[in-house]
């Protein structure tokens, strides 16, 4: 695809905001839930994903990575739902979020307005085609799609569905577009456009981000890498840290708000430890083990041996994403929110306390989206904080962190209104 | 000053944010108040701001801008009383944005926390130094400033007062730091630190700005260019048109929500236009008219030839920053608002008109951070909102728009707390 027409994609896009931002949320979810009937409805949806499956597997993806991009009539259905779940959400568009009127009669509102035009980079999994499309067209931007070489057949069905939907509903069908050129050298050309892009949304992992932190002069939102911590501390309820621990772990391994490294306080390590091991063993949890930790869980009743080893340095500050942890003892809470200072993403940590003060003061010391007391860091996530679907998780400090909703997507103007007013 | 040394300063930042996160309101409005009696005390002040005013003269700098860095005992006053007046204003910090049990009974809770370490580049003027040290400190924020060479010797007192206050009320002195080297390859090693560096300010030209677009890695607050626009529909009262023209052109018409470019739709110009002359040439304002605007003007009772002159098409789009304006004749509001999207910056729009749907269409379709209905453009800015201090006005869309007050310059962490809570 040329420089050229990357710009003439992206003015359609800048073309297509103008449109959105003057239609009715009525517009808009009629929209998505035109999209949802149609990429249900779809007959060649499943073929053209087979296709995509099948050159993957050829080109030696591996199983995990096939997993993803496969879809299945299940899949599907999720999809679809999704994205009836967002068009049932309240418009954001049009909120007054601040208002008053001044001493001088001037009356003043921040009202919500779309973002413009987002771009999104992603890999593999073709349900976030549907998912960042019906998130961006409900909140009135216009979205530029870049996924993954290996779903674009799939992708390519979905985006023409999800265009052909905003069409039915009056919207302008360049609210969706799709970059299929599968050439590496477009991305640097398209986060070098700054002056149409409004906001850059990547999916995907680490070299990815990379990628885009060092080509992109407009904003980024990067989420999603989360090296998640709990720390067990000295008064925690022993028996009742265990399912925290194993569902936080287990629930859904390979998701970003799973849990990668156990911190536990020396003073009940060794009561905690062999219980922990072997509950996690128990759910073929393999525990990696420092030097203090690993011989406390060795030999314990319920563990399995195989699933036992020794923690190497790189296992401190590592995202698994699978049923694997990393366990360190520490002798204190300063200890503990300083390894986390060191190690986290700053996604979701959190501290397993009886003790009222170490628990606020975790609080107010870890500096992550979500800082957890006594809970699982898999709530990490916008319906679970109930702000409905949402299209990455942030964990940076500007705009917006943790669980990005349809605010985050949007933005304000300051609305001034008064009676030939003038400064004084 | 070495990269290494930019480093040290950095993480000297760094840790200063650590204490600050965990300093009372009382502690960081102690510092605001010391800053301000500090700076009014030092007795070198003005001796050595003078020494600048010296040097640049020498160096040629246009009296504009030695104007603007030069201290004199009423500056001096307002910079401190701008001081304890941010010292006054309710802390930000720890604010609960939006809270709420969910249905497992698990509480959150967004609170506002600093955002970390931020950097300014700006010029000229050393008011600047306090008013962002002060609104950084208030805020929890560390600050690491880049002034303009012009003004090092002003700048190196006024931070070491900032620093002095900062330890007197038992904060770290590192949550001021001004890098005192002048050499210009440092703004790019700077703004390479994105590992350090939460967010860079710069205030100034637009070369400073692209300068910053250019090297950045970090996010960037731009602000402060207004190519500020006023339509005039058919249906303005005309008579009352005029005092709020003449008030956002000559109130202030150095800054950036300055008017800059007059509509006037056609079928009320031939009766506007000679008035709105007489009136600006009256004040001095020079007025620049196309070619269907101009002839409008000249000769008209009170006008003055010499004042008024043809635009050429680079003063449509031209932020003029003194008493000179332009003006367009245009045939709709649709050619008003399609003006408008081509040559505004985004700043401050407005449009004087009776007529309902107009204002509604101009208000829903003009996409600037600020958009004005029979105002003056001059009301965007952080004190006239109600908001107090400001930092800058924000003209792009991510995380704050218009004026930037301390809110704007806090994020946002999301508490969780639970009773050993799992998720389903």
């Known amino acids: 695809m040329s420089t050229v027409g990357l710009q003439r994609l992206g003015q359609q896009a800048r073309a297509a905001v103008k449109l959105l931002s003057a239609s009715s949320g009525i517009q808009r979810n009629a929209a998505l839930l035109e999209m949802a009937s149609r990429v249900e409805h779809d007959d060649q949806l499943l073929s053209a994903n087979q296709a995509d499956v099948m050159a993957a597997r050829e080109a030696g993806l591996a199983p995990a990575l096939l997993d993803r991009l496969t879809l299945t009539p299940t899949r599907i259905a999720e999809i679809t739902e999704g994205c009836r779940d967002v068009a049932a959400l309240p418009d954001p568009l049009g909120e007054v979020m601040d208002g008053r009127v001044l ?9 919500r307005v779309p973002l413009g035009v ?48 905003c069409a039915a509903a009056g919207l302008p069908e360049d609210a969706v577009q799709l970059i299929t050129s599968t ?60 399912p925290v621990i194993h569902n936080a772990k287990t629930q859904a391994p390979s998701v970003c708000n799973a849990l990668d490294t156990i911190l536990v306080h020396s003073s009940v390590a060794a009561a905690f430890l062999p219980q922990m091991a072997a509950n996690l063993n128990g759910s073929g949890v393999r525990v990696l083990g420092d030097e203090r930790a690993l011989p406390l869980m060795q030999g314990a009743a319920g563990t399995r041996p195989e699933l036992l080893d020794a923690a190497a340095p790189e296992d401190f500050g590592r995202e698994f994403l699978s049923l694997t942890l990393s366990v360190k003892v520490v002798d204190s809470l300063d200890e503990a929110i300083a390894h986390i200072a060191r190690y986290s993403t ?10 009222y003060a170490n628990a606020q003061r975790f609080v107010a010391e870890v500096d992550s989206a979500a800082v957890y007391v006594n809970a699982s860091t898999r ?3 916008g319906g679970q904080f109930g702000l409905g679907a949402e299209v990455a998780i942030s964990t940076q400090r500007m705009h ?4 990005l909703g349809l605010r985050e997507l949007t933005t304000y103007k300051w609305v001034v209104e008064g009676d030939y007013t003038v400064r004084r």
């Open 103 to 111: 001493p001088n009669g001037l009356r003043i509102a921040k009202r």
């Open 400 to 403: 917006a962190r943790g669980p």
């Open 183 to 242: 050439d590496r050298e477009l991305v640097p050309r398209l986060l070098a456009m700054d002056d149409i892009i409004d906001l850059v949304i990547p999916r995907g992992s680490r070299g990815l981000q990379d990628l885009v932190r060092q080509y992109a002069h407009m904003p980024v939102i990067y989420g999603g890498i989360g090296v998640c911590h709990l720390f067990v501390d000295a008064s925690a309820d022993l028996e009742r840290s265990l």
């Open 346 to 355: 700053q996604h979701s940590d959190g501290i397993l306390t009886n003790d």
């Open 379 to 381: 709530f990490t996530d």
């Open 118 to 165: 987002i771009a999104s980079i992603y890999e593999s999994r073709p349900n976030v085609t549907i998912e960042i499309s019906s998130l961006c067209v409900k909140t009135g931007n216009a979205i530029i799609l870049r996924g993954g070489k290996e779903t674009l057949r799939t992708n390519m069905l979905l985006a023409a569905q999800a265009r052909a939907a």
